[in-house]
């Protein structure tokens, strides 16, 4: 249509690559919901109190120590499972093309 | 032909280009600047302010308090957070309701640094031509001390946001002669590098791409977007169809809406779309694009506000509602937890008491006939000041209590713990009890708690 074109001076390339991408996916959402599960977690467990009883000094020299293991853990843990979803997710077979339109809609419907 | 065609979605190689927004100004990007500053200022000046001798808002995560001003939080008190956090959220979704994403385009932290960083880029490499100029030219003496100042600049300014970070956990003016003299812990020096990278690569390098890759709140914003909702918009049916024109022509006679397709809107954004496009989630609601615009109209003699804040009702030429169910049922809510919040706060008991039995004996025959147990009665004294407490028991008739002295002094902010024996008449129980444990303040009648324990009698 007259006029509708988009600036092609910067459709299209404002992508980075796909593995940036899926590492950012990743990272950043586990690191959002370690963060709450460390405040949470913390709030309610003294890392100086996290020990055997049968074998004393406690698992973290300190608490600052504690909280920082803590909280790679939640991220580990939450960036794993985000991961495993993303796989699932990237690996599946792409959503059959629509087929409700007129011929040859679906092909480039599929995103 | 084996020439693969691109991909729709940009394609899975194709590297990301970088996006040199030109700089533009406006009273939508001064109130941004405004924005950046106050709330920069605040997270920087925070952690230096004094507060009856010590520093006003720190986290004190080694010893589990929080303090706020005035205020000392506790683990128990996480409740606190909790409610804030809700609070948060309600508000997002009011201010999304009323105006879109203004969070996003004036008070996110990815924005507010980003803009930082952006506005010593351009110190350094001058304008949005010179940048890229300067991209496109060969590596000379000048392009290497011109990107080493901006590398420099970046990361004291990361590394200065990493060191704030920290200081607001771990006493600031302490940190700072830690690090003048190199002594700072394996911790502390771990979480400056890792929270000043974080500002680094976030507003030095992935910066739209945040928003547009990593951030929910820009996919799910559009589900509490009604059609009385601000938003940043084009009026499609005032500026199509658009084109170029001379000065001075009729456009409306030749057939040209009041887009005069400068472009000037797509070299603005932040994110590198196009608004003529129509609403996208890559927005992020800056309003540069409504500066630039406002500008241009300006220049070629049309009115304002071919892009402006404006409602899809408003835009179809309905009434604008912004007091309307939505918005009504979300900020009395807010105002209740609000005030709820602030009630609580201000009116929460700030004296606690946990009774912990002696795990070495179950009880103690006395030859007097009395049944005796060991507890450990901790005290815990949130307030500010020292109190003098007293201890009593009831629950059982003839219930009574021993322990050294006849009150306990416990300071601002500390748990102290006393060893107590609670003696009652065999006669008056058979196996176990509940009883009830409760401390009191001599000096403030207020300040009292009282805590459940089990005594434990024979059965016979």
């Known amino acids: ?111 | 032909m084996s020439v693969p065609e691109p991909q729709p979605d940009g394609g899975l190689y194709a590297a990301r280009q970088k996006i040199y927004p030109r700089e533009i100004e406006g009273r939508f990007q001064r109130l941004r600047t405004l924005a950046a500053w106050v709330l920069l200022g605040i997270f920087y000046v925070i952690p230096w302010l004094r507060w009856e001798g010590r520093q006003a808002v720190l986290f004190d995560l080694p010893a589990r308090q929080f303090h706020i001003f005035g205020l000392t939080l506790w683990p128990q008190d996480f409740y606190f957070l909790t409610w804030l956090l809700i609070i948060a959220a309600l508000s997002l979704f009011f201010f999304t309701a009323l105006a879109g994403r203004l969070f996003c385009g004036y008070a996110c932290p990815q924005t507010v640094w980003t803009e930082t960083f952006l506005w010593m880029e351009r110190f350094v490499e001058g304008s949005r031509s010179q940048q890229m100029k300067l991209a496109r030219a060969p590596w000379t003496t000048e392009k290497v001390l011109r990107k080493a100042a901006k590398q420099f600049l970046w990361i004291t300014f990361a590394l200065w946001t990493g060191f704030t970070f920290v200081g607001y956990f771990t006493p600031i003016t302490q940190l700072a002669g830690k690090i003048v003299s190199l002594s700072t812990g394996p911790w502390e020096t771990f979480w400056v590098l890792f929270y000043g990278g974080a500002t680094y690569v976030n507003a030095g390098f992935m910066r739209e791409q945040v928003c547009k890759y990593m951030c929910p709140y820009a996919r799910f914003q559009s589900a509490m977007f009604d059609k009385d909702t601000l938003i940043i918009t084009y009026d499609d049916g005032r500026g199509e169809p658009r084109g170029a024109r001379k000065k001075g022509v009729d456009h409306k006679a030749r057939g040209l809406g009041d887009c005069v397709d400068c472009t000037m809107c797509v070299q603005v954004c932040p994110t590198g779309i196009d608004i003529r496009k129509g609403l996208q989630y890559e927005c992020i609601a800056c309003a540069a694009c409504i500066d630039a615009c406002d500008e241009v109209m300006d220049k070629v003699g049309y009115p304002r506000g071919l892009i402006r804040y404006d409602t899809q009702h408003g835009l179809e030429g309905a009434r604008k509602r912004v007091v309307r169910p939505r918005t009504m049922i979300y900020a009395t809510l807010l105002a209740l937890l609000v005030a709820g919040l602030a009630y609580t706060v201000t009116h929460r008991n700030v004296v606690g008491v946990d009774i912990l039995r002696d795990r070495n004996a179950l009880y103690r025959e006395r030859p007097d006939g009395k049944i005796e147990n060991v507890y450990n009665v901790k005290i815990l004294n949130k307030d500010s000041a020292e109190h003098e407490f007293t201890i009593s028991v009831s629950g059982l008739p003839g219930v009574e209590i021993a322990y050294s002295g006849p009150t306990v002094w416990v300071g601002p902010g500390q748990v102290q713990g006393v060893p107590v024996r609670i003696r009652a008449p065999r006669e008056a129980i058979a196996g176990g009890a509940d009883i009830q444990v409760n401390i009191q303040a001599d000096d403030t009648p207020g300040l009292r708690a009282s805590g459940r324990a089990r005594f434990i009698a024979p059965t016979d």
């Not at chain 1, 006029?3 to 990743?26: C, H």
């Not at chain 1, 959002?32 to 009883?53: E, H």
């Open chain 1, 1 to 111: 249509m007259f006029g509708r074109q988009p600036v092609d001076e910067y459709a299209g390339k404002l992508r980075w690559p796909r593995l940036g991408q899926d590492v950012a996916i990743v990272a950043w959402p586990s690191f959002l919901v370690a963060s709450v599960a460390t405040m949470v977690c913390f709030a309610f467990i003294d890392p100086l109190l996290v020990g055997n009883d049968d074998y004393p000094p406690p698992a973290f020299a300190s608490r600052m120590t504690g909280y920082a293991v803590g909280f790679f853990f939640f991220w580990l843990v939450s960036a794993l499972s985000s991961l495993l979803t993303l796989y699932l997710v990237r690996t599946a077979h792409p959503e059959p093309p629509e087929t409700d339109g007129a011929a040859g809609h679906g092909v480039r419907g599929r995103q």
